[in-house]
T-cell receptor, first 115, second 114 residues
């Protein structure tokens, strides 16, 4: 079945450091790919997405590029802030054509940014 | 933005009792709602998909008689854990989708079964 693998956490960085959180996927077709963020005490929020190969999703300084050849969707940010501390989930969705489909999630990566 | 709420945020119950969790879309009509379960340090796992007015579609391995889902209106879906046991203790998260587009997630419900 479909699956998502992302790097284990916690990941601890200093403010203004460069961030990469790796994510790879296994899917039988061509999924849409997502990064969700969960701040303490809040629900998951969509951070960015890409729906086809070579698409780049971006939001709030974060970027991720859909790489079909390496089945990856790594999350990057050039300069992290303390406010970026959260749990980040990589996810995929297969489009069945029949309507809304559930998401397949990775285990989540807890990011801690120290001042 | 689109807001999804869950109630209660946490619940503790005795083994053998039933627990109902509500998921509401507060400012939009959700044609589809999803229920996920999250174990500690594990990913969210999709339990079932429910469309308003029709029976829920359960993922493989999820007992539909144990996890009853009702999507009675475009703004409310409920998950009832029947005859709960300690192994049902988990974090349950719902999401709501409008017309098959982006899913908006609730804050989750922590269930502890004693």
């Amino acid at each position: 079945g479909d699956s998502v693998t992302q790097m284990e956490g916690p990941v601890t960085l200093s403010e203004e450091a460069f961030l990469t959180i790796n994510c790879t996927y296994t899917a039988t077709g061509y999924p849409s790919l997502f990064w969700y963020v969960q701040y303490p005490g809040e629900g998951l929020q969509l951070l960015l997405k890409a729906t086809k190969a070579d698409d780049k999703g971006s939001n709030k300084g974060f970027e991720a590029t859909y790489r079909k050849e390496t089945t990856s969707f790594h999350l990057e940010k050039g300069s992290v802030q303390v406010s970026d501390s959260a749990v980040y989930f990589c996810a995929l969705k297969m489009y069945s054509g029949g309507g809304a489909d559930g998401l397949t999630f990775g285990k989540g990566t807890h990011l801690i940014i120290q001042p | 933005g689109a807001v999804v709420s869950q109630h209660p945020s946490r619940v503790i119950c005795k083994s053998g009792t039933s627990v109902k969790i509500e998921c509401r879309s507060l400012d939009f009509q959700a044609t589809t709602m999803f229920w996920y379960r999250q174990f500690p340090k594990k990913s969210l796992m999709l339990m079932a998909t429910s469309n308003e007015g029709s029976k829920a579609t359960y993922e493989q391995g999820v007992e539909k008689d144990k996890f009853l889902i009702n999507h009675a209106s475009l703004t409310l879906s409920t998950l009832t854990v029947t005859s709960a046991h300690p192994e049902d203790s988990s974090f349950y998260i719902c999401s709501a989708s409008r017309n098959g587009n982006e899913q908006f997630f609730g804050p989750g419900t922590r269930l502890t079964v004693l």
